[in-house]
Nanobody, 125 residues
Framework: QVQLVESGGGSVQAGGSLRLSCGVS????????MAWFRQVPGERREGVAT???????RYADSVKERFTISRDTAKSTLYLQMDFLKPEDSGTYYC???????????????????RGQGTQVTVSS
């Protein structure tokens, strides 16, 4: 079973930046649908960004123009560059994957089969 390990979370002031990383144990998955989603306690999980098997990226409206998803297939690592962070971006961020070819929906990101343990992001105002 593929294992995902997130890192890079932390505390930052509004307007700052963080880069999250997700190591993927089985490099087969890095070329399929990979995603980031986040969760705040008491609220629904929210898809943040995805990159599909063709390399196309998709973003939630709330993070467009501020976040960038990318992957390094040689390192089997998924990234999320987060710039111009806002307090409402705070939460636990998870990476997720599934063997899906083609469209990798942001809305469906929290439902992907495999996910990591999460990394905490706190943005203060």
């Amino acid at each position: 079973q593929v294992q995902l390990v997130e890192s890079g979370g932390g505390s930052v002031q509004a307007g700052g930046s963080l880069r999250l990383s997700c190591g993927v144990s089985d490099d087969t998955y890095i070329t399929y649908c990979m995603a980031w989603f986040r969760q705040v306690p008491g609220e629904r999980r929210e898809g943040v960004a995805t990159i599909d098997s063709d390399g196309r990226t998709r973003y939630a409206d709330s993070v467009k123009e501020r976040f960038t998803i990318s992957r390094d297939t040689a390192k089997s690592t998924l990234y999320l560059q987060m710039d111009f962070l806002k307090p409402e971006d705070s939460g636990t961020y998870y990476c997720a994957t599934d063997m899906i070819l083609g469209t990798c929906s942001v809305i469906a990101a929290p439902s992907l089969t495999y996910r990591g343990q999460g990394t905490q992001v706190t943005v203060s105002s």
